[in-house]
């Protein structure tokens, strides 16, 4: 007795618990967008919840964990499939669940049952699909258990020096499958081609920051850089408009996470703001390129005899006030919050962007308000128009290669030991005679120039901007890039935004979750693995 | 609860610096006044425009506390700021939104009848349980595990799970705004000389004021509240003498989060509608509130709350900017505070260190 009643309280609790994920997902809708697959797809999320949830099971090894995943799965099985059922039974028989619980419809709950939805609006719905659903999920349970074990055993990458060379050559592989997928002989289902190919094209750059990690430190390393380096020179040119499109949205994001990456990786200031300078290098580059789209400009240039209808500053020439006015921008939100920390700091800065986009929104005579300033001219060379998705994929690769690479300078400096030093404990970097002010001042205004720079690219790149495309969503992506790519990790940044703001263009039908799923998995990463996917290499 | 705000860079700034802040912040309390002063002298607004503004105010300032008591009483317990807290007063709004339809449909509000006031009592404590059951569970989820991580860990949690509360009430009850119908009895007002005071906000007024009470006696006179007050001067010696520090954290989220609920039925008794978003704003002007009575303050957090309302509806008027920037004013004065007087107004003069 004494074994069997803690046995089955964990697997109730455990069981429980796996419901609550399975009716969380129900309600939100998920079901539906599977399909016909919703079932087994269902079982086998649910067999990696046990597999999760078993794994903190104590000492209970071989049938014991067998009999209480099985217990597990049955409690989240009977539990699942009586709130289906009971759903079902209720939208059959008229009730209109839908103006409440906006996404229990038909479809949706035909889909947990592996039937069509006629069957729930006629009410016809068998005894028999709902336990099969029950004993679906059970089986998933012992699953789970199997799964258990494989999860407690410690993970076999460290082991695997010898194996890196399948890492490293990696993302040369889904290069090779990128270039072979432009020929059009190539056997693939034609609607998809273009994301099969885009995924391919993620694929190779995320696993090329693996590869960067995998190879050894010193020769191997240099030289798996510059052949990735050669590898990402081909991409532009071998992808078509829209990967290069979704392409430089993912290197824009790179710069301005390379950038939040010296405040927050660095310097552990937390900055919710960060969007504030990113709209600040955009609308500095807006007024300048395109001046007749604010009315206070025009009428100012118009009094000085000065022609409305033309950039008063190349892409180029731009370049150096727009870094200016980003590193003022950083050096002003720095200032009165030198004082404050962590918490504290987050939510002052995180009131400086709504400040920010409330201007951008009300200052109407000067940004033109929710119209927004439109014609921002695209960057020209030689004559040559580079307003295309290609070449802004290259510039965008271009400059967070020159950003990458001030920061690696700058993280190896003196400046950047002060920064760790400070991010650590500022008391014991004070008391080793750094300069709190300064040391802070100079990473909030060179994350803002870098951020200012990643918002003028952004502007030639739209042409037209508005304030929502200056949201706090954008501080909020950007923030979580750099956490989940890792902290401090400048490979860590790339991989953030191929996962954040690359791979939710392949999964379009899934959009609708983008937030949900980066919310929740900030607050996992943040309790398994706080130093994200490739953490620094100094912490 | 004492304050406990770490300053140490401040302590590089010296004297001239500190001087010139001085002069600076007295600088623009002037300009403000004098600019207030003069807009009000030009009477552009009869006195019944700002004697209904400040009872609108002071109703805006009842709620603000509410939540600001919430930021306050874990911030004071384990020295985090609690992002989701506003998510937390949403979701109170809209289990208050459907606790609503429900007494409707029930017969339980119609009429004036003491019964409607005890469906009304019967909302607000729906709202405020699930508020409390979603503060409990959000502590044990995404804050528990993270205790003794490194210190930005449970802020990042906290905005994860701020975020993962707004849109998953988009996705679950779709983008239709829930629109509260005002039960009869409370749909009207009182008029006293040239203010009319709606009686939802005489109530929502009266209530918070209850409620405040009530947390104040619980937090000083309980057991539990003195073991409250034990675990937020030292979490070990507590855990020493006995105390369940666990227990004492989620009975603190528990507490925080039931006011906060209180605070979301309001919200929707006074503006009519909740939204997914709709605990955003409110909340960062909330923490605004608890900030500038001093944070970790429990009367503080009242009078700051209060201050705070009347300063965002009698403010764009009495400086003659436009309504939009409301919310300016609010992050302005949370800016403000935080560079001037970090241990708020009832913070006490000193700034405590604490390692």
Known sequence: MSIVLPVLRDALRRGVIAFVVLAYLTLVGLPARLGNDAPLIFALLAMVVLGLLLRRAEDCGGWTLLVQGFLAGAVAGVLTSALVGGLAVLVGSGVRLQQVLDKLTPPNLAAWLGVSPAVITRNQLGIIEVVRLALWLALAGVGGSMLARLFRAPLPIPAARQWRWLVIALPFVALGFVIAMGDASFPLVAGQRSTVRLLFALLAVGSGMLALRAAQPGLERRLVASALLVGLAVLPFVLDQFQNAVMGIVFIFVMMGLGLNIVVGYAGLLDLGYVAFFAVGAYAYAFLSAPFSSPWFSQQLTQLGLPTTQPLLSFWQALVPVMVLGALGGVMLGLPVLRLRGDYLAIVTLGFGEIIRLFMVNLADLTNGPRGLLNIATPQLFGYDLGNPRDMFILALIGSGAIAFIALRLERSRVGRAWIAVREDEEAAQAMGIHLVRAKLLAFAIGATFAALAGQLYAARQINIFPENFSLFVSIDALALVIVGGMGSIPGVVLGAIALKGLPEVLRGVDEYRIVTFAALLVIMMIVRPAGVLPADRR | ?355
Do not use: C
């Open chain 2, 1 to 355: 609860m004492t304050t406990l705000i770490r300053a140490s860079a401040a302590q590089q700034q010296g004297k001239p610096l500190r001087l010139a802040k001085r002069v600076l912040g007295a600088a623009l309390i002037a300009a403000a006044l004098v600019r207030a002063i003069s807009v009000s002298a030009a009477e552009s607004y009869p006195l019944s425009f700002w004697a209904a503004q400040t009872v609108n105010g002071l109703v805006l300032g009842g709620v603000y506390a509410l939540v600001a008591l919430g930021y306050t009483l874990v911030y004071g317990i384990l020295l985090m700021i609690n992002f989701a807290h506003g998510e937390v007063m949403m979701i109170g709004g809209v289990a208050g939104f459907f606790g609503l339809q429900l007494a409707a449909a029930l017969g339980l509000l119609g009429g004036s009848s003491p019964a409607a006031a005890l469906g009304l009592l019967l909302v607000l404590s729906f709202g405020m349980g699930v508020a409390a059951l979603t503060g409990v569970t959000l502590e044990r989820v995404a804050y528990r595990p993270l205790r003794n991580a490194p210190r930005l860990a449970p802020l990042i949690s906290a905005i994860g799970a701020s975020l993962f509360m707004q849109y998953s009430v988009l996705l679950i009850f779709g983008v239709r705004p829930m629109v509260y119908q005002r039960p009869p009895l409370i749909a009207d007002g009182i008029r006293l000389g040239v203010v009319f005071i709606p009686l939802t906000g005489l109530i929502i007024f009266v209530t918070s004021l209850l409620l405040m009470g009530s947390l104040f006696v619980i937090v000083q006179r309980t057991k539990l509240g003195r073991a409250m007050r034990a675990v937020a001067a030292d979490k070990e010696a507590a855990a020493l003498m006995g105390v369940d520090v666990n227990q004492v954290i989620a009975f603190t989220f528990l507490l925080g989060s039931a006011l906060a609920g209180a605070a979301g039925v309001m919200l929707g008794l006074h503006n009519g509608v909740i939204k997914f978003n709709s605990g955003f704003i409110p909340g960062l002007k909330a923490f605004t509130a608890a900030v500038l009575g001093g944070i970790g303050n429990i009367p503080g957090a009242m009078v700051g709350a209060l201050v705070l309302g009347l300063a965002e509806s009698l403010g764009p008027s009495a400086l003659g900017i436009p309504a939009e920037y409301r919310d300016i004013i609010a992050f302005s004065v949370l800016v403000l505070v935080l560079v001037f007087r970090p241990s708020g107004l009832l913070g006490g003069g000193e700034v405590e260190k604490r390692a």
